[in-house]
């Protein structure tokens, strides 16, 4: 995708199932030796290298300086896909192991250094009885060029699976959290800063959502806002036909009022083609529900360098 060099290209993309692990066929009957099972062909297969070879081609095509993943397995995975896939032009790729179930975590891929990082992996409920973040709000402190820093708050809310409303109270601890941290950081001097809350937040904007307290946030904007109503799905749940925003960037007000018109980009070339909703191109090899890059598309934001604070 073409941009300007006078800007910085800061997204999220859920790349759905980014792992290195073996899965069972349909019908494992694994060879057993004494009390050890043997690991071949018949009982395992890796996960698609077609699949990864798409959501690579997606993230090159997109040519974000700045972007933040959900659902990578590791670090050395993330280390890997990187260097085999994308040939090395995230020189930053950072992770830190948090505590979901299927091991699924947060990530960064970033042009530009470090600075500093902030997990709160280890803060727990209130009642004590589990983590909040099963997939962590990661901090990522960058410097930008011109010596500026731009602050990353990463996040992966609870998924709706089991329900969108029994699954919702989970999501709302979360959301409150994240709020509760950007309001610390930034409330004191009006939210005049440069910072970004993004991710995979696994629910949509209507009055039954349980995101309200980040996307109705007075001092936040979602980017996506300032597309037309009907382009602004992000995913495509194929059994109840639903095209909807799960995915969110959402930049302080006063940075917006200091942008004026962001360039906001949803890419949909890595998606199914059971998502005819999108009648664009896709990328070479993509298939009607599989293969493809993700259940998910990339958001993208431009910001100009010079409306950085």
């Not at 199932?17 to 018949?42: H, M, Q, V, W």
């Not at 890796?46 to 990864?52: D, Q, V």
């Not at 975590?105 to 902030?118: E, G, N, S």
Request: proline share 6%.
């Amino acid at each position: 995708m073409p941009r300007d060099s006078t800007t910085i290209r800061v997204g999220t993309f859920n790349v759905e199932n980014l792992f290195a692990r073996y899965r069972f066929r349909k019908s494992p009957k694994p060879l057993k030796k004494g009390d050890t099972f043997e690991i071949n062909d018949t009982a395992f297969e890796k996960f698609s290298k077609t699949e990864k070879a798409i959501t690579a081609a997606a993230i090159r095509e997109v040519n974000a300086d700045v972007l933040c993943l959900q659902e990578v397995e590791n670090l050395n995975v993330l280390d890997f896909f990187v260097s085999s896939q994308l040939k090395g032009r995230y020189a930053n790729p950072i992770l830190i192991d948090s505590h979901d179930p299927r091991r699924i975590d947060v990530a960064v891929l970033t042009k530009f250094p470090i600075r500093d990082i902030r997990t709160h992996r280890q803060e727990r409920t209130k009642n004590g009885r589990s983590y909040l973040f099963s997939r962590d709000c990661l901090e990522i402190d960058l410097e930008v060029p011109g010596g500026k820093r731009l602050t990353l708050y990463v996040n992966h809310f609870k998924s709706m699976m089991g329900g969108r409303a029994q699954t919702a109270a989970r999501r709302k601890v979360q959301v409150a959290r994240v709020r509760e941290i950007v309001d610390s950081h930034w409330g004191g001097c009006q939210f005049r800063g440069n910072f970004v809350v993004l991710g995979d937040f696994n629910d949509y904007d209507d009055p039954k959502t349980s995101l309200g307290e980040l996307i109705d946030h007075p001092a936040l904007v979602n980017v996506v806002s300032f597309l037309p109503d009907d382009e602004r799905w992000t995913h495509f749940y194929a059994k109840g036909k639903e095209y909807r925003q799960l995915d969110f960037v959402l930049l302080p007000k006063p940075l917006i009022d200091a942008i004026g018109m962001p360039n906001v980009t949803i890419y949909r070339k890595g998606q199914p083609l059971r998502a005819d909703k999108y009648t664009g191109p896709r990328l070479k090899g993509v298939g009607k529900d599989n293969p493809k890059a993700s259940d998910h598309c990339p958001v993208l934001v431009d910001i100009p360098l010079g409306a950085l604070f």
